[in-house]
């Protein structure tokens, strides 16, 4: 085992190079770096699991497209050094068992802490128009027309979005809003050793949360940030940014401790 003074050099090298998240934290967090990305052409549909294989370097990526009742899922499978995924034709049992473990309520180095799930109602949204709609709008009346209707329903009370918001020990780990609630979408779970979870913060950054010192950390340069997943050693951690529309870079960081 490397000794404190070992580990104190390594943080100051990181800080050095600029790597460091910029909150304090019980972790060292490199810099985020991309291993691919994925278009609309070389992944169909929203990603919704994200797994590390036991096999260094590869990862499974399962999509879904459409609504219930009919939705597609799509499976693939991503090797480091290769320019676009493979596609699967279904989950493999290691990403199975390794979404069961991410994806749970509990912590699972400590089962009676739970993620919290709580409802609220956030009224007088301005909500969201689709191109459709707004063409609509401009047909029936042009363009004033399409915001006097906005502007109603921004002031209407009964107007409001369903917000569900995950919270471990008082940190959020995940929100959705007039969304289905998908564990493990915005939160992965380390292995027990690190007593840790990866998240996304309210910003959509990605967030790192020592759950028995309460030590927490957003890392530099993430943003738009979903699936996170840590590595099966805990020491990476993979995730999902949005880059644009249908457009995803798979990128990952170094976990050290401090």
């Known amino acids: 085992m490397k000794s404190a003074a070992v580990f104190?050099?390594?943080?100051?090298?990181?800080?050095?190079?600029?790597?460091?998240?910029?909150?304090?934290?019980?972790?060292?967090?490199?810099?985020?770096?991309?291993?691919?990305?994925?278009?609309?052409?070389?992944?169909?549909g929203d990603p919704v699991e994200l797994a590390w294989s036991g096999t260094s370097g590869q990862f499974y990526v399962q999509t879904a497209e459409g609504y219930t009742p009919n939705v597609t899922v799509r499976h693939y499978l991503i090797r480091l050094g290769d320019k676009a995924p493979s596609t699967m034709k279904a989950q493999p049992d290691w990403a199975n068992t390794y979404w069961a473990s991410k994806s749970r309520r509990d912590a699972p180095a400590a089962t009676s802490l739970l993620i919290d799930v709580r409802d609220t109602v956030e009224a007088n949204r301005l909500p969201t128009q689709s191109l459709a709609d707004r063409a609509k709008g401009?047909?029936?009346?042009?363009?004033?027309?399409?915001?006097?209707?906005?502007?109603?329903?921004?002031?209407?009370?009964?107007?409001?979005?369903?917000?569900r918001t995950l919270v471990l020990k008082g940190v959020n780990v995940g929100r959705f809003v007039d969304t289905p609630l998908v564990p493990g979408l915005t939160f992965g779970w380390s292995p027990p050793k690190l007593h840790a979870i990866a998240y996304v913060d309210d910003n959509g950054r990605l967030g790192v949360f020592d759950y028995t010192t309460n030590g927490r950390q957003?890392?530099?340069?993430?943003?738009?940030?979903?699936?996170?997943?840590?590595?099966?050693?805990?020491?990476?951690?993979?995730?999902?940014?949005?880059?644009?529309?249908?457009?995803?870079?798979?990128?990952?960081?170094?976990?050290t401790l401090r």
Do not use: C
């Not at 502007?151 to 917000?163: F, G, I, M, W, Y």
């Not at 999902?240 to 170094?254: C, I, M, P």
């Open 138 to 163: 401009t047909e029936s009346g042009g363009g004033d027309f399409a915001m006097k209707g906005a502007e109603a329903a921004a002031n209407d009370h009964t107007n409001a979005a369903q917000v």
């Open 8 to 44: 104190a050099l390594a943080v100051v090298a990181l800080a050095a190079a600029g790597t460091i998240a910029a909150d304090s934290g019980p972790f060292a967090v490199s810099a985020p770096a991309a291993i691919m990305d994925v278009d609309s052409h070389a992944m169909k």
């Open 218 to 255: 957003v890392v530099d340069g993430t943003k738009d940030v979903l699936l996170p997943a840590w590595s099966p050693d805990g020491s990476e951690i993979a995730f999902l940014e949005r880059t644009g529309r249908k457009r995803y870079s798979l990128e990952r960081v170094k976990i």
